[in-house]
């Protein structure tokens, strides 16, 4: 069974930090060759945040968040992290991970999570 678990999204004051992890599965990852972050509000399309390559660790990030968040792996445990810091009230979003191609477009992944809330206050 597919599967992706996302955690650590909460409220946080601008110009601070979080860090959301996604664990996945080992059968989610099998014939996928990277994770993705995403992220959504009520009034914007789910919009790419960062993607990294399990193999090698290549990565991409969309040119909102670069020098603020990292995306990083931990091949033993399957899990992916997106570290968010100097965080914006416009980063407030649903956060979702994904799993799927190396990519920046929704369409290069096939594997979603549930989503994990970040709101930023000022």
């Known amino acids: 069974q597919v599967q992706l678990v996302e955690s650590g999204g909460g409220l946080v004051q601008a110009g601070g930090s979080l860090r959301l992890s996604c664990a996945a599965s080992r059968r989610t990852l099998r014939s996928r060759n990277a994770m993705g972050w995403f992220r959504q509000t009520p009034v914007k399309e789910r919009e790419f945040v960062a993607a990294?390559?399990?193999?090698?660790?290549?990565?991409l990030y969309a040119e909102a968040v670069k020098a603020r968040f990292t995306i990083s792996r931990d091949n033993a445990k399957n899990t992916v992290f997106l570290q968010m810091d100097s965080l914006k009230p416009e980063d407030t979003a649903v956060y979702y991970c994904?799993?799927?191609?190396?990519?920046?477009?929704?369409?290069?992944?096939?594997?979603w999570g549930q989503g994990t809330q970040v709101t930023v206050s000022t």
């Open positions: 990294i390559r399990w193999n090698g660790g290549r990565t």
């Open positions: 994904a799993a799927g191609e190396f990519g920046n477009t929704y369409r290069d992944y096939d594997s």
